[in-house]
Nanobody, 126 residues
């Protein structure tokens, strides 16, 4: 059974940092890409970052490029999202999911494959 569990959210001041974790079970990070998404009330979920399975190539939405870093620890079955220089507009519920991620004609696409985790709230506020 595929499961994903997010953790690490919280309240942080603008300019601060947080590190999110996504612990997975039921599939191997060697074979499947995992992406981080976020959602604010009234809007759809936005793909933020993704790490591919076999080659661990990483992708980032323009809104977080240079500030967020995705990584994984295969031994711990965990994907991380290090978030630095946080802004109030980063406030959202963050989710992880198995994903497909790629560029097409210069546009980044990140799509969920399968179930969501339960999400973790990130609030950036002074």
């Amino acid at each position: 059974q595929v499961q994903l569990v997010e953790s690490g959210g919280g309240l942080v001041q603008p300019g601060g940092s947080l590190k999110l974790s996504c612990t997975v079970s039921g599939f191997s990070l060697d074979y499947y890409a995992v992406g981080w998404f976020r959602q604010v009330p009234g809007k759809g979920r936005e793909g933020v970052s993704c790490i591919r399975g076999k080659d661990a190539i990483t992708y980032y939405a323009d809104s977080v490029k240079g500030r967020f870093t995705i990584s994984r620890d295969d031994a711990k079955n965990t994907v991380y999202l290090q978030m630095n220089s946080l802004k109030p507009e980063d406030t959202a519920v963050y989710y992880c999911a198995r994903s497909t991620c790629f560029y097409d004609s210069g546009t980044y696409y990140q799509n969920r494959v399968g179930s969501w985790g339960q999400g973790t709230q990130v609030t950036v506020s002074s």
